[in-house]
């Protein structure tokens, strides 16, 4: 078994092992806080004379997947070297959010039978819990990567070859014993390293795997040379050894990854790589979010329509045909702030424009009506897209939809920001929209997509709020 494969077992593992120990941890603390607290029998009758566990399977329902996930989103199950003080420090952030997550749910199913001691019991249980958990398994793991070593060949003498030899020995997942470094047709001249062993100038690949116990093959090709690496993949599956490749610049923001198509293999390449995991919890919250956001904001909207219906002629609403993910179009909803020819007249005025890229934004354009300019500095305009997120065209954060016109004169490099669904606020939005030009507005959309998280989102959504509320997001 590869060091891949093994980790994703283990991390699979470690997921469910997670989410069995918070389960015992609520358990545990319900125990503590009749038995130890307050002395009664557990578990404690309420005064209707059912069992305290009908109030506490509420709260139980969520954890199993509440817990992995925010552990996940911290980057906990992250394959690289993580400090005793990161770990913990990850165990205590992680707690203090599901403690907020359980109050939560406790104040929405069992405002008045729900203890309050509960909470903070399970709070001070979980982090020891979790890791004594992760550290008994992270033992066990070390342990049984000690009894067997797996003989390791790589191809390659080159500086990624020494690293690739380094980083296979310091794992604990499947412990790697390097028997040597084979010469590839690709290597320039060898420095002098004395750590490589060097097979013999004229050994091949097929002589090694013959002569020697050899469980994995890696090896170090420059993507120029990818071709010639193939045959020695084809040697190893003939021979029944495993093989991976490291490949030198095959890409710059995302991993190649092998998939199967009704059992046709196939490398996938996506512009960035996201947890598909967060991606669904982005989506549940886009549907959340803007669920609650339509509820609250319903009366505002219909003041809103009211407004614009008495004030100037033409419709409420303003329906623009934009780009949303991968350029797919869709239509987007805003309050309609301009006159009704306000699309007719835009040659007239294009010399106004005060944006440096294909954009056409004008801070005080003429054809905004009173009304308009209101709705606008508040960003109520905005609030109908909140339709578009529960359809599911827009999320609440993402990079701001363009107008297929717009598109079609971006530079090669610009069209990434459409591999991300578009949202209703973005970095751009709370960063000064107005002083920011075209090209930096385009970088700081990849910077959100190249370094997308829940935690970013949520803080792009926190600075949102007084951003609009200062009548600068507009």
Not at 239 to 250: P, R, T
Not at 251 to 262: A, K, N, V, W
Not at 366 to 371: L, M, S
Request: contains cysteine; hydrophobic residues 50%; aromatic residues 8%.
């Amino acid at each position: 078994m590869t060091a891949a494969r093994s980790w994703r077992q283990f991390r699979l593992t470690l997921m469910a092992g997670d989410a069995l120990v918070v389960v015992l941890t609520y358990a545990l603390a319900d125990f503590l806080r009749c038995a130890v607290y307050m002395g009664i029998d557990w578990p404690e009758l309420l005064s209707n004379g059912q069992s305290s566990v009908r109030v506490h399977i509420k709260v139980l329902i969520f954890l199993p997947f509440v817990w992995p996930l925010l552990l996940m989103q911290l980057r906990a199950y992250a394959l690289r070297w993580q400090t005793r003080r990161e770990i913990f420090s990850k165990t205590l952030l992680a707690t203090l959010l599901l403690a907020l997550f359980v109050s939560a749910v406790a104040l929405v199913f069992e405002r008045e039978r729900f203890p309050r001691a509960q909470i903070g019991i399970f709070a001070a249980l979980l982090p020891a819990t979790t890791l004594a958990a992760r550290g008994i398994t992270l033992w066990m793991l070390v342990w049984l990567s000690r009894q067997r070593f797996r003989n390791v060949l790589i191809v390659g003498t080159d500086r990624n070859a020494v690293r690739l030899r380094r980083l296979a020995q310091k794992t604990v997942f499947a412990r790697a014993q390097i028997i040597g470094h084979l010469t590839a047709p690709w290597d320039g001249p060898t420095a002098a390293v004395e750590e490589l062993s060097i097979k013999d100038a004229g050994t091949t690949l097929e002589s090694v795997l013959d002569a020697e116990v050899v469980d994995d093959v890696l090896i170090s090709v420059p993507i120029e040379a990818l071709g010639s690496a193939l045959p020695m993949v084809r040697t190893c599956e003939e021979m029944g050894v495993a093989v991976a490749l490291q490949v030198d610049a095959f890409s710059r923001h995302g991993l190649p990854e092998l998939t199967d198509l009704h059992g046709l293999p196939v490398m996938a390449f996506t512009p960035v790589r996201h947890p598909p995991e967060l991606l669904a919890a982005k989506r549940l919250g886009d549907i959340v979010g803007s669920v609650i956001g339509i509820i609250l904001t319903g009366p505002i909207m219909l003041a809103c329509a009211l407004l614009i219906r008495l004030t100037s002629r033409g419709p409420i609403l303003f329906r623009q045909q934009r780009s949303g993910l991968n350029g797919r179009a869709f239509v987007m909803y805003k309050f309609r702030t301009m006159q009704r020819d306000a699309e007719d007249r835009r040659a007239e005025i294009a010399h106004l424009n005060e944006s440096d890229g294909p954009v056409f934004k004008i801070r005080r354009d003429p054809r905004i009506t009173r009304i308009g300019s209101i709705l606008r500095r508040w960003s109520l305009d905005e609030l109908p897209q909140l339709f578009n997120v529960l359809k599911g065209d827009m999320s609440i954060v993402g990079p701001r939809p363009p107008i297929p016109a717009e598109v079609a004169e971006y530079d090669r490099w610009q069209r990434r920001r459409l591999s991300m669904r578009p949202g209703l606020t973005c970095l751009w939005q709370i960063m000064g929209r107005h002083h920011i030009g075209f090209d930096e507005w385009m970088r700081l959309d990849l910077y959100y997509i190249d370094h997308w998280s829940l935690t970013l989102d949520a803080l792009i959504v926190a600075k949102t709020v007084p951003t609009v509320l200062g009548g600068t997001g507009a």
